[in-house]
């Protein structure tokens, strides 16, 4: 019996843990506010709004389905990557550390290769670093244009954080100009941490660098596609923020809306670096509100449902994927491309 490298298991223990952590800290913030007043403000939600909140979250996976598509080079279902997004969605919200990227690559190379599989999951994902910071900026601006509850002081910082949030992007970008993906298995091939097949590993991390650095010059027009319906799914999440607060009681001008989604698209890229985000997320909520002096509460009340809105939505259409995983995909012929 071969046992596991102690290294891995404290590794997987430290993932559970902080999961845990996070979701009792949830659960105990939840108690404070009282689960019948929970019960209450979900129950004053009501069908319609419930399901409103619901159309809109549907949407929203709708268009990072579609930029996800458009990243490939191959024509595949959008209804095929709806249910393989919506699933990889899913596995992301309860397992640590973007599990579900992997997931989603794996259904992804039923359809094309490895490489390209990968390639369009990291495209999908370094667009998100642009989308979501462009978007939370231009929130931002709309904050500052209108009339709202929020201090000048407290403006302007949030306008300054939403201007730092593209630095990650920033970052990725100046890295792909270098190759960093060849370059680092180089690396740790003569640092020796890489033994097997260094050189087959190296050129696919070289294929992997091209198809990264040149997806924007060799399809200009899938690249435009795929970041807009990253800007429409970030729009999409707005509103349903914007009617999570007015279903909630909270009837915040459009401004303070604005600047609310724009204080915790910055505070995603906080937590982002903790593996969990089941319970993280909802207490990043509850603090930036109680910054924007709107109340603890409400802000963690208020990404609660964006919650359940996003595990209900996801969970329909990973149905989708139920469907197709089991099926054998047809591959089209080779070079066609979609326009």
Sequence with gaps: MVKRPWGRLAGRALRLGVALAAIGTLFW?????????????????????????????????????????????????????LG?????????????????EVVKATLIRRHVSVSEAIGSTVIWNYLMKLSRPLVGLVAACVGL?????????I???????????????????????HGPASRLVGLLSRLRLIRRDPARLAAAATELD?????????????????????VLAR??????????LRLLGNNYPLATSALAYAAISVATYVYLLLPSRLGVGEMAGGGVFLLLGLGFDAGLLAQLV????????????????????SAEPQRPPAGVVEP
């Design 84 to 100: 393989y997004a919506g699933l990889g969605g899913l596995v992301n919200v309860f397992v640590p550390w973007d599990a579900g």
């Design 145 to 153: 244009a209108g009339d709202h509850l929020v201090s000048p002081s």
């Design 210 to 230: 091209h198809q990264i650095r040149h997806f924007h010059r060799e399809r200009p027009a899938a690249y435009r596609a795929a970041l807009g319906y990253q």
């Design 155 to 177: 403006q302007m910082l949030v306008v300054a954080a939403s201007l730092l949030a593209f630095a990650p992007y920033l970052a990725i970008k100046l890295l792909l100009s």
């Design 306 to 325: 964006m919650r359940i809105k996003g595990i209900v939505s996801l969970g329909l259409v990973a149905l989708l994927a139920s469907r197709f995983v």
């Design 29 to 81: 913030l939840l108690d404070r506010i009282g689960w019948s007043k929970i019960g209450q403000v979900l129950v004053s939600i009501g069908i319609e709004g419930a399901l409103g909140l619901l159309a809109l979250g549907l949407l929203e996976n709708v268009f990072d389905a579609a930029s996800l598509r458009r990243t490939l080079s191959t024509r595949v279902s959008v209804v095929r990557i």
């Design 235 to 244: 729009v999409s999440s707005f509103l349903a923020l914007y009617a999570t």
